[in-house]
């Protein structure tokens, strides 16, 4: 191993325990690690709206968050464990890179090292990077305005509406499950009901909802 490896240093906006809020593993179990940093927008509320990504209603700028900070591999992985531990002892162990964007900093050394700890591996994606890491589920959720690369995984999420996609053509693309997510914004209620009259009657789209963010849950 390279000593640029050794020394590399993670930054991470927080490491919780919650369940999954929305797609298809929703009610999951699982430890959140969220990645500082993303490729579609600086995090600073003053550049949002002409951001690639503009309707992002995440906040990854920073280190700042619960557990936050810059890791080691092996430190991060202690903490990791130790956030399942204070909460899930008993069910398979399910953690979520996400972030931002979090294929900018996982790489493998990460992912075997999660894997030694017995860790199935999540990861929440804008598809603007390719990879060839494997992970036991991928979940993609492109934006309109960005350049779309990975094109396949196990769940496609797009936050909608999004009118630059076309989602006919899109379900062809290889993926098992197609999830429509409503836009959170001052039109909220009304993207609500378009997402599920759409859905209604469009196979093989799903509607996705936070449901965490409904109950006030972190």
């Given at each position: 191993?390279?000593?640029?490896l050794?020394?590399?240093?993670?930054?991470?906006?927080?490491?919780?325990?919650?369940?999954?809020?929305?797609?298809f593993?929703?009610?999951?179990?699982?430890?959140?690690?969220?990645?500082?940093?993303c490729?579609?927008w600086?995090?600073?509320?003053?550049?949002?709206?002409?951001?690639?990504?503009?309707?992002?209603?995440?906040?990854?700028?920073?280190?700042?968050?619960?557990?936050?900070?810059?890791?080691?591999?092996?430190?991060?992985?202690?903490?990791?464990v130790?956030?399942?531990e204070?909460?899930?002892?008993?069910?398979?162990?399910?953690?979520?890179?996400?972030?931002?964007?979090?294929?900018?900093?996982?790489?493998?050394?990460?992912?075997?090292?999660?894997?030694?700890?017995k860790?199935?591996?999540?990861?929440?994606?804008?598809?603007?990077?390719?990879?060839?890491?494997?992970?036991?589920?991928?979940?993609?959720?492109?934006?309109?305005?960005?350049?779309?690369?990975?094109?396949?995984?196990?769940?496609?999420?797009?936050?909608?509406?999004?009118?630059?996609?076309?989602?006919?053509?899109?379900?062809?693309?290889?993926?098992?499950?197609?999830?429509?997510?409503?836009?959170?914004?001052?039109?909220?209620?009304?993207?609500?009901?378009?997402?599920?009259?759409?859905?209604?009657?469009?196979?093989?789209?799903?509607?996705?909802?936070?449901?965490?963010?409904?109950?006030?849950?972190?």
């Amino acid at each position: 191993m390279t000593q640029r490896l050794i020394n590399k240093m993670y930054k991470i906006k927080e490491i919780f325990n919650s369940i999954q809020g929305e797609g298809f593993n929703t009610g999951k179990k699982s430890v959140f690690v969220r990645f500082s940093g993303c490729n579609l927008w600086n995090g600073n509320l003053e550049t949002k709206k002409n951001s690639i990504c503009n309707f992002c209603d995440t906040d990854f700028k920073g280190i700042n968050g619960k557990n936050g900070g810059k890791y080691k591999l092996e430190e991060l992985i202690k903490t990791v464990v130790k956030v399942w531990e204070s909460s899930f002892s008993f069910t398979e162990r399910f953690v979520i890179l996400t972030g931002g964007e979090p294929l900018l900093q996982v790489d493998q050394n990460l992912l075997n090292a999660l894997k030694e700890k017995k860790f199935k591996i999540a990861i929440e994606t804008n598809g603007t990077i390719d990879t060839k890491l494997k992970f036991d589920w991928v979940c993609v959720s492109p934006k309109e305005n960005a350049i779309w690369k990975l094109k396949k995984g196990d769940e496609l999420k797009i936050v909608f509406p999004q009118n630059k996609f076309d989602l006919k053509n899109i379900t062809k693309l290889d993926f098992k499950y197609f999830f429509l997510q409503p836009m959170r914004n001052e039109k909220s209620q009304i993207n609500i009901i378009k997402t599920i009259q759409y859905c209604k009657s469009h196979k093989p789209w799903f509607p996705s909802f936070q449901i965490h963010k409904s109950l006030g849950v972190s």
